[in-house]
């Protein structure tokens, strides 16, 4: 909808709503892209590394590879397994 009035307000010269309107869509990106990004975790490059290098030996995807090592690392701050939880 901020699009719609953006333009309709450039239509009408109502500079002042216009400003208003395109402010309110760069708000609305700008908290898309952090809600995106929200549940994203970024790898150091020596572990996307590995992950890339044993995938392709093992025919594993990364993402099995990767949550495999979160399970194993889990386990060792409870002391057991996961299935112990």
């Known amino acids: 909808f901020a699009v719609t009035g953006f333009v309709d307000a450039l239509r009408d010269d109502d500079v002042g709503n216009a ?3 395109a402010v309110l869509f760069v708000g609305v990106l ?3 892209r952090l809600r995106s990004q929200e549940n ?3 790898l150091r490059g020596d572990l996307a590394a590995w992950l ?3 995938s392709s030996v093992s025919g ?3 993402e099995t ?3 495999r090592a979160v399970s194993r690392l889990r386990a060792g701050f409870n002391g057991g397994s996961e299935a112990d939880e």
């Open 40 to 42: 994203s975790v970024v």
């Open 30 to 32: 700008f908290l898309a």
């Open 65 to 67: 590879l990767a949550n």
């Open 19 to 21: 400003v208003l309107f």
């Open 52 to 54: 890339e290098r044993t």
């Open 60 to 62: 594993e995807t990364e």
